[in-house]
């Protein structure tokens, strides 16, 4: 009788491990969002696009360098791009 306790351990264990390792390690977690500022804020190393505040303006190059919450001129401080607004 006691012999299958150790055998059912031994089977648990890795699936155990598993479910710890993907639970902390989420592809499908959303990346944090960032604070943008009125006048513009700087994003070194740059973020993603979804980290990007609703409405705000950015600077789209795959990643974001560069966004602020009004349009302005319409163009990057840092780079001379048009900005784009993210979606609602
Ligand atoms: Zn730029």
Known sequence: MSAKNPF????????LVAT??????????????VEVSKSGTEFEPPVKVEQIPKQAWYCDMGTVHYARHEKGDGKCTLCGMDLTQAPQ
């Open 8 to 15: 059912r351990l031994i089977l648990l264990a890795p699936l």
């Open 20 to 33: 710890l390792l993907l639970g902390g390690c989420n592809p499908k977690a959303p990346p944090p969002p």
